[in-house]
């Protein structure tokens, strides 16, 4: 058994969520099947610029609610990059991992300037050189159109310039200067790609899926549950797999809490099961597991790592809390502004609903409330029923499965806003007071 390591888990602490778990569990099988298909996309002895690598349509799209795990599934492939592979077949190939986020991809360089430095830095400024000659002179060309052919065109200008200088790049790349393995270009929170299909990002990316270059790439984008929409506007279908993050397992939920002792050093035996129970509340959701240990570490510092010493009821309050502080915080100002109708949605809400099922029952509980104007009720603009269900999957209130059946991703969060729509609510009660926190 470790020392008690103080030092480190006030970083844990300090860090939140910007640091990964101390204890990572389970997504064995999405793991496996990127790390698998990456190394599919790779022709062993083939040198990379002979056209033989790639798979088109090798797309994989990892999605689920807030706080599900999808950037530490992005975090753990590229911890995988420095670790012997676990996946079936080529095992001493290992990808790659170039991991972007859409907040920073405004335009095709800022997917293709990381990349051409991954495959050959020493002449990534050669591409980057290329292509923003290419452009200006592209753009020059617009600029003699009027205003919307200089726009569609400066477009296409800018996908095209893409495309093509970078595979004239490879094309004369140095043959030593070659990648020595397959790359998994993995781009965390692609729910916020808006883009449609032939805008310049979108391009490079259909480029991607497409393996327009021949090249050994896998294209990863984590999002929330509106991902696959975002994905489908812009035209990345044919071939492209979903994966689904969601609640841990029971065991998972155990092997993360005693795993958080035995990292920080804290002698929990005979506590094993009250810190299950600790952790109930949970639900098995990621994000809420993250908070039991959080709370836990500060008690924990408190006592100066002495599990015996702790208060257990102030840390199931203290727990209980944080999660209704989330939700809180997880309420847009349109739901904030229909409270009554979310309540009552969610309530009535059955798991094997269609989309058709939940637009009628959003305008069943819309015409039943008297002078009630669902369009002109959202802060954001006017909305109908339609746009609600797809704010309500985007703030992970419902979810659909690739059955186009929905569900509630997050079971606390749906019985939170039914409990928030409630005049008399246990969870207002439950809060008062209590509005300040570092979690
Ligand atoms: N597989 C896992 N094992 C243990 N803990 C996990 C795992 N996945 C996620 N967590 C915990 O849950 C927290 C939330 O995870 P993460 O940030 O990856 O979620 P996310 O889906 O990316 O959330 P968001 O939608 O807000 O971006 C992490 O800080 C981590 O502590
Ligand atoms: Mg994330």
Redesign the pocket.
């Known amino acids: 058994m470790n020392e008690f390591n103080s030092s480190v888990l006030r970083q844990f602490i300090d860090e ?2 910007k ?9 064995d099988d999405i793991l496996d099947d990127i790390l698998s298909i990456s190394k599919r996309s790779w022709k062993p002895g083939a040198w990379f610029r002979e056209g033989n690598h790639g798979i088109a349509g090798n797309t994989r799209i990892v999605h ?13 492939l590229r911890d995988w990059e420095m670790t012997p592979s676990v996946a079936l077949g080529l095992s001493r190939i290992k990808p790659r991992v170039l991991l972007l986020n859409s907040a920073l991809i405004a335009r095709p360089l800022d997917i293709l300037k990381p990349l051409a430095s991954l495959i050959c830095k020493r002449k990534a400024p050669d591409f980057v050189e290329r292509y923003e000659r290419s452009l200006s002179l592209g753009v020059n060309l617009g600029n003699a159109g009027i205003n919307m052919q200089r726009q569609t065109r400066s477009y296409q200008n800018h996908s095209l310039t893409g495309i093509v200088d970078f595979q004239h790049w490879i094309d004369f790349l140095p043959k030593l200067s070659r990648l020595k393995s397959p790359v998994i270009i993995a781009i ?2 692609a729910q916020r790609f808006n883009h449609d299909a032939s805008s310049p990002v979108a391009q490079v990316l259909q480029a991607l899926h497409d393996n327009a270059w021949n090249l050994p790439l896998t294209l990863v984008l ?3 549950g509106d991902t696959l929409d975002k994905s489908r506007k812009m035209q990345l279908t044919g071939g492209t797999k979903l994966h689904e ?1 969601g609640c ?1 397992s029971f065991k ?1 939920k155990q092997q ?1 809490m005693q795993g958080f002792c035995q990292t920080f050093g804290i002698n929990a035996e005979g506590f094993e099961n009250r810190l299950v129970t600790y952790a109930e509340p949970s639900e098995d959701w ?2 809420h ?2 908070f039991a ?1 959080a709370i836990l570490g500060q008690e924990l510092l408190k006592n100066h790592g002495d599990i015996r010493a702790l208060d257990w009821i102030l840390l199931d309050e203290e727990f209980q809390k944080s999660r209704i502080r989330y939700y809180q915080s997880q309420q847009s100002n349109p739901m904030r502004s229909l409270l009554g109708l979310m309540a009552t949605v969610m309530e009535q809400f059955k798991t094997d609903m269609k989309l058709e099922d939940i637009k009628e029952l959003i305008e069943g509980n819309v015409k039943s409330q008297a002078g009630f104007d669902l369009e002109n009720s959202l802060l954001e603009g006017r909305r109908d029923a339609y746009e609600l269900i797809r704010h309500l999957v985007h703030q ?1 209130a419902l979810q659909e499965a690739e059955s186009g059946i929905f569900y509630s991703p997050i079971p606390s969060f749906r019985s939170f806003l039914i409990e928030q729509g409630n005049v008399d609510s246990k969870v207002e009660n439950t809060v008062s007071g209590n509005s300040s926190s570092n979690l």
């Open positions: 939140g969520e640091r990964a778990p101390p204890v990572f569990v389970g997504r689920g609610a807030p706080g599900a795990g999808k950037s530490s599934v992005l975090r753990k965390d929170e984590a999002g929330l993050v841990l998972q993360v990621p994000r597991l993250h240990q992970g």
